[in-house]
């Protein structure tokens, strides 16, 4: 039986692990553990934290199935789209939205919450679940505390996983180019 942990509770264990988090590198971070928080604890049947690096959008951390999508462009997707505007967006019914980029048939109703301080947005939270029109006014006001704490620590005292992110962003997208232009120097000979 699926036991739901109180609105609560649930942020005060958010609020303790980003509180004495310290910086870690090639280990869990604290978005990996504020996304099994909340997959545990309200029984999501998918959870991830994107974070925005440049003009886009990139997961970071997911509890649930492996999704085909890593990246989104700003405006693309619900992900992408949130992540441009910074407008928390529900999707009671996935298949009536054409915005929805479909990674799991499983889907039926999504939430995209923002993440971010002022006008500036640090990230996404996207949740997914199985079941139509699962996410009431309790569950929106919970992900919306949620995003605010993880945008008050990204903004101090987890810049180190923003600027990881962007690192991470910059060094892959060297490597596409020097891929490409191996690939090109081949085409040629």
């Known amino acids: 039986m699926k036991v739901y942990r109180p609105p609560q509770k649930v942020l005060a264990e958010v609020e303790r692990v980003l509180a004495s988090s310290r910086p870690r ?3 869990e971070t604290p978005l990996d553990q504020v996304v099994e928080i909340l997959y ?3 029984h999501y049947f998918w959870i991830g934290i994107y974070l925005v690096v440049g003009n886009q959008v990139v997961r970071q951390t997911f509890r649930g199935p492996v999704p085909p999508c ?3 462009e ?3 997707g619900n ?3 949130t992540g441009q505007t910074g407008i928390l967006k529900v999707i009671p019914d996935v298949s009536d939205d054409p915005t929805y980029s479909m990674c799991f048939i499983e889907t039926k109703s999504e939430i995209v919450v923002p993440i971010k301080i ?3 947005v640090l990230g996404v939270i996207d949740v997914e679940s199985d079941k139509v ?3 009431g006014y309790g569950e929106r006001v919970l992900l919306k505390h949620v995003a605010q704490r993880l945008a008050r620590f990204l903004s101090v005292r987890g810049r180190y996983l923003v600027r990881g992110a962007a690192e991470k962003s910059e060094a892959k997208r060297k490597a596409d180019v020097q891929k490409s232009a191996a690939a090109g120097d081949g085409q040629h000979r």
């Open 79 to 81: 992900v992408g789209t």
């Open 70 to 72: 890593h990246t989104f």
């Open 118 to 120: 002022s006008s500036r």
């Open 133 to 135: 029109n699962a996410f």
């Open 74 to 76: 700003f405006g693309k």
């Open 25 to 27: 590198f090639g280990g």
């Open 40 to 42: 545990d604890a309200r």
